[in-house]
């Protein structure tokens, strides 16, 4: 169980890999994710629904030495108390949104050794949410090169 002190932690430091620096920024693909690397490394993949303009991501990054964590980020106008669902192969969580400001929601998830193991063997993670209008929604990421992806940041 997570603590609202670590999620804090998890947040500032996931929201402090989009800040901006005058470092040179590195930038490799693997297949459906890609590698950033600024002052900290981290994997991410986005995608943009057919009706809307709206934007829904993932991105893994590493917290601390022996601890990753993945944020979900989705467009605003979420039915806040539903929290999200995720499923990748046998694993199934509801999370709670950590955050919405005025660039969309998010959602923080430490990835234990578990939930690794499932990214890692499986080809998609399907995410649930529901609407402000309580319309339950499904999108799925697709896992190719994430494997590969995750093992390039972790070594970084």
Request: charged share 15%.
């Amino acid at each position: 169980m997570i603590n609202k002190s670590m999620l804090f932690i998890l947040l500032t430091s996931l929201t402090s890999l989009f800040s901006a620096s005058s470092a040179a920024v590195e930038q490799k693909l693997y297949e459906d994710w890609a590698l950033n690397c600024q002052q900290s490394c981290y994997i991410y993949q986005g995608m943009q629904s057919k009706s809307q303009n709206t934007i829904f991501s993932l991105q893994v990054s590493k917290v601390s030495d022996n601890t990753m964590a993945m944020q979900l980020n989705f467009p605003l106008g979420l039915y806040i108390p539903a929290g999200i669902g995720i499923a990748v192969g046998d694993f199934k969580k509801n999370i709670p949104l950590t955050t919405c400001l005025p660039k969309g929601c998010h959602a923080l998830v430490v990835l234990n050794d578990e939930i690794q193991k499932q990214l890692k063997a499986n080809n998609k993670i399907n995410v649930r949410f529901f609407t402000a209008q309580s319309q339950e929604k499904e999108i799925s990421f697709s896992l190719k090169g994430f494997q590969d992806a995750f093992n390039a940041m972790k070594n970084r």
